[in-house]
């Protein structure tokens, strides 16, 4: 069992920056792929980012070039770097561990709100 805490989520104008974390306990992420999803009012939860156990990464065309996603194995964390952020990246954000058919354990989520 894996337990996934986001934090760093908040009120921000468009433009600014926030970085969400992501906090696991019960399992090392070591060995995990994880990604980041959101989930906007009135939309389906769609994937953000992923970092592969390897350090590899992949973006959402929308994300590409303003967001990244990092790892700290010592943290047993995840992170995701968010520049440039505009009114659209509104949406609870959520972290996840990715297995061989999709997510396997999510967070609770925390709320990204990125005022105009």
């Known amino acids: 069992q894996v337990q996934l805490v986001e934090s760093g989520g908040g009120l921000v104008q468009d433009g600014g920056s926030l970085r969400l974390s992501c906090a696991a306990s019960?399992?090392?992420?070591?060995?995990?792929?994880m990604a980041w999803y959101r989930q906007a009012p009135g939309k389906q939860r769609e994937l953000v980012a992923v970092?592969?156990?390897?350090?590899?990464?992949n973006y959402a065309d929308s994300v590409k070039g303003r967001f990244t996603i990092s790892r700290d194995s010592a943290k047993n964390a995840v992170y995701l770097q968010m520049n440039s952020l505009k009114s659209e990246d509104t949406a609870v954000y959520f972290c996840?561990?990715?297995?061989?058919?999709?997510?396997?354990?999510w967070g609770q989520g925390t709320q990204v709100t990125v005022s105009s």
């Open positions: 996840a561990t990715i297995g061989a058919s999709g997510p396997t354990y």
């Open positions: 019960g399992r090392s992420l070591s060995y995990e792929s």
């Open positions: 970092i592969t156990r390897g350090g590899g990464s």
